[in-house]
């Protein structure tokens, strides 16, 4: 047999040549096929797990998309694996099959952890928000509208709700147990063919005490609502009847969440103080369709809402408002900015006017807490 070219190893076994360079591999053994009895029995039989941290699987979101990091991810441990799953094909989905389980947005209220409900002051997140369809909710709006009769108004609230102390959970979002709020909020109303002259500004405040757990969330609130006349107003119509309108009001009230995306809800008002032609009883009612979905990349998608309310004062009467549009929901605080279109019938939203009846269409702009 000739002599190997220079660089060429043989294996003296089979004598099959190697590639050049290369070392002659370790014919022993590999320890992994040695019974080691140093090895204690406890660990025996146990499946290999690496030491290295493994990335949590991110679950969809309504609409398609996922919280990636940075975004404040949220992640379920548990995800496939709890009996009390139940999947829903949520309305924000968009045509996509994307679906989500209940449980991971609290629906059924197994979201707890085991963890304690904590006392936490000043909450980020406030747990009842305010109703979408509602005229008179606490927030930063602008509506520019045509009044049946009137011409083109400017209807504007200046108000916002925070939260002052929890007793319940700690996420980031979706949080359960009982919150003390307080709320306040200006509802002027400014008429484009009299130069922008106030015609009329309602006051309201007020502190609910609130509860939240899984599919359902009540309410008791206490409110304060006062309605004054534009100065400009009165030097024009020095004739006109000034009621002084005012309610101090407590409130029952409750919601229902049959998907994520979907709230029904009903209160029940009581005004233990009147003046200006007020009467005690208030009923109001509604649906709000809102994607709980963050904005990703900035893309809006679609709300609509729709509220009904009934007043003692004009005879079981009342008016009905529908708001329709696209929203955006931040990442890091659960704040919506809205903007379409807000269509009412009924009774004046402007209480000092309560006794006239008012068809307005128009286009606006909410920013909710």
């Not at 003296?12 to 053994?29: C, Q, T, V, Y």
């Not at 499946?47 to 991810?73: I, K, M, W």
């Not at 969440?257 to 109001?284: C, K, L, M, S």
């Not at 990442?331 to 009846?357: C, M, P, T, V």
Request: charged share 20%; hydrophobic share 35%; glycine share 12%.
């Amino acid at each position: 047999m000739p002599p190997p070219a220079p660089g060429v190893q043989w294996d003296r076994n089979s004598d099959s040549e190697m590639l050049p360079g290369f070392p002659k591999p370790d014919d022993r053994p590999s320890p992994l096929e040695l019974s080691d009895p140093s090895i204690p029995e406890a660990l025996s039989g146990q499946p290999y797990s690496s030491s290295v941290p493994q990335p949590p699987v991110a679950l969809p979101l309504p609409g398609g998309h996922t919280f990636e990091s940075g975004n404040g991810p949220y992640f379920s441990e548990n995800y496939g694996t709890t009996g009390q799953e139940q999947w829903l094909n949520s309305p924000s989905a968009m045509g996509n099959s994307q679906s989500y389980p209940t449980d991971d947005y609290c629906l059924d209220g197994y979201c707890d952890d085991g963890k304690p409900w904590q006392w936490t002051l000043l909450p980020a997140e406030v747990l009842y928000k305010s109703y979408l369809g509602g005229p008179r909710e606490p927030r930063f709006a602008s509506n520019i509208a045509y009044l049946k009769g009137t011409g083109w108004i400017w209807e504007l609230e200046s108000g916002g709700r925070a939260g002052l102390l929890r007793y319940g959970t700690t996420r980031h979002r979706f949080n359960e147990g009982w919150q003390l709020d307080i709320w306040g909020a200006a509802f002027p109303r400014l008429n484009f063919v009299e130069s922008l002259d106030v015609d009329a500004v309602d006051f309201k405040v007020g502190v609910p005490i609130t509860w939240t757990k899984g599919r359902f969330q009540a309410k008791m609130e206490w409110y304060h609502i006062s309605s004054h006349l534009g100065d400009e107003f009165l030097l024009k119509n020095p004739g006109f009847n000034r009621l002084d309108y005012l309610r101090d009001s407590i409130v029952l009230g409750g919601g229902f969440f049959p998907t994520p995306d979907v709230r029904i809800y009903a209160d029940a008002d009581y005004a233990y103080n009147t003046n200006g032609g007020a009467e005690p009883w208030h009923f109001q009612f509604g649906v709000d369709y809102s994607p709980i979905c963050v904005s990703e990349h900035g893309i809006p998608q679609p709300f609509m809402a729709v509220n009904g309310l009934i007043r003692q004062e004009v005879n079981y009467s009342g008016g009905v408002n529908f708001v329709a549009g696209w929203q955006w929901r931040g990442h890091e605080k659960d704040s919506l900015f809205r903007a379409g279109i807000q269509y009412y019938a009924g009774q004046s939203l402007q209480l000092s006017f309560l006794n006239e009846y008012e068809e307005l269409l128009g286009f606006g702009l909410w920013y909710d807490f």
